[in-house]
């Protein structure tokens, strides 16, 4: 199976759970969206999971998030979405794992790492904290608590690769 056979519209979901989503309200959104939305530049300066994005899939858009960890993984999903897959499949669901990936971002050169470690990172910690919730404190770093999940699909081979 070709890898255009494997991704279709249908695959196309948020990545990462995103405080504020839009999701569940995808369809009181979409009547009130220009008729021709398809013809026009569609630009998401607030990218979060990109609930809306995707939903409408147009053919040009522009997305920005101030937040440099979720742009950096929509740029490693965009350009290295196998080695990006072949990197989440090495993580472990427990919380001393968690706990470990988590103080990562404390460490001199955290920024230095591949954009792939730090977008597998930043999937993991978000499947697997709790609420799906990313938050940091006033110096950048992650502080989310483990959300003890037993099955997080850290790894959706469909979506992303959609």
């Known amino acids: 199976m070709t890898r255009s056979e494997k991704t279709t519209t249908d695959a ?3 990545i990462v759970k995103w405080a504020g989503g839009k999701r569940q309200l995808i369809p009181a959104i979409r009547p009130l969206l220009p008729k021709k939305i398809a ?9 979060g999971g990109g609930a809306l994005l995707w ?9 920005n998030d101030i937040n440099s960890e979720l742009m950096n993984m929509y740029t490693v ?4 979405p196998d080695e990006l897959i072949a990197h989440l499949r090495q993580h472990i669901n427990s919380p001393e794992y968690f706990y470990n990936l988590r103080m990562q971002d404390r460490v001199p050169h955290f920024a230095q790492r591949s954009p792939v470690e730090r977008a597998s990172r930043f999937i993991y ?15 950048g770093e992650f502080n989310s608590p483990y959300g003890h999940y037993k099955r997080p699909n850290i790894v959706n081979e469909p979506t992303l690769l959609a």
């Open 55 to 63: 939903a409408l899939h147009p053919r040009n858009a522009i997305v």
């Open 125 to 139: 910690l978000n499947k697997t904290c709790y609420n799906g919730l990313f938050r940091v404190n006033s110096a």
């Open 77 to 80: 999903v965009r350009d290295t």
């Open 12 to 14: 196309l979901a948020p």
């Open 39 to 47: 013809t026009y530049t569609y630009c998401e300066p607030f990218m």
